[in-house]
């Protein structure tokens, strides 16, 4: 079972391919597991696979848990954690069933690891990120256990959606967050209720968007750190993948 005790922890690099493009993701798990475990396939921010996702990956595995940093650019291609990186997202944003195929070419990778359970997967992303942990629940490959969105970009692909999301579901949001406004979280439940998912929406009052990075602070785009949501969303999410793993 995860734990919240110190653990030693091993990383390494993960490069898998779609079609031409080569991607970097990053591996972290606890040492000396006696048995395969639960996989945490971790999606980036708009940023890409920059240090920031790398220490949330290594929180991850603190749980007792294989997370794998998927990379959705492309190896070597990073943006800045406090800069516009909309040149990087744009592109996929526009073109959702690439952005399914890179995303679920790292979710095989890391399924295909020594060391997981490869019956017990679960996504999981921030911003972009939480985007991405949807558009997995809506592609909805084998033994996605569980998708969970913190603060994540909520528009759905102009694609029909997948006929059932077999994944459970948490949205972690912000009510205040400008990025993903009333109309939108209204749009994805109804989604999710006709996919016939499990799904559960936590909505944080006053909580505005990225409010898990704790250098945010731009009030004047929506995007602050709020503790109070930090913390019970995390919490949320632990018992969510607890929950899912366990069935």
């Given at each position: ?26 591996a972290v798990a606890p040492c000396h597991a006696s ?19 790398v220490r949330l990956a290594e929180r991850y595995a ?186």
């Open positions: 079972m995860p734990h919240s005790s110190p653990i030693a922890l091993r990383a390494l690099a993960v490069d898998y391919s779609d079609s031409d493009t080569v991607f970097e993701g990053y048995t395969p475990l639960p996989c945490i396939v971790l999606a980036h921010d708009w940023s890409g696979l920059t240090t920031p996702t603190g749980l007792g848990y294989v997370c794998v940093a998927i990379d959705a650019y492309g190896k070597g291609v990073r943006g800045d954690p406090s800069g516009d990186n909309t040149a990087l997202m744009e592109p996929l944003m526009r073109d959702r069933a690439l952005l399914r195929r890179r995303l679920l070419a790292g979710f095989e990778a890391a399924r295909a690891l020594a060391g997981v359970d490869p019956a017990r997967m679960a996504a999981v992303g921030y911003c972009f990120g939480g985007l991405c942990a949807l558009d997995l629940a809506r592609a909805a490959p084998a033994n996605l256990r569980a998708s969970v969105s913190f603060h994540g970009v909520l528009q759905a692909p102009d694609a029909a959606p997948s006929a059932r999301i077999d994944a459970s579901v948490l949205l972690l949001h912000g009510w205040d967050d400008p990025v993903a406004p009333p109309a939108d979280v209204l749009a994805i439940t109804r989604e999710l209720t006709r996919a016939g998912a499990d799904w559960q929406l936590h909505a944080y009052g006053h909580a505005q968007h990225a409010f898990t990075f704790k250098d945010a602070a731009f009030p004047e785009r929506g995007i602050v750190y709020d503790r109070s949501a930090d913390k019970r969303s995390w919490a949320a999410m632990r018992a969510h993948l607890a929950e899912a793993f366990r069935r």
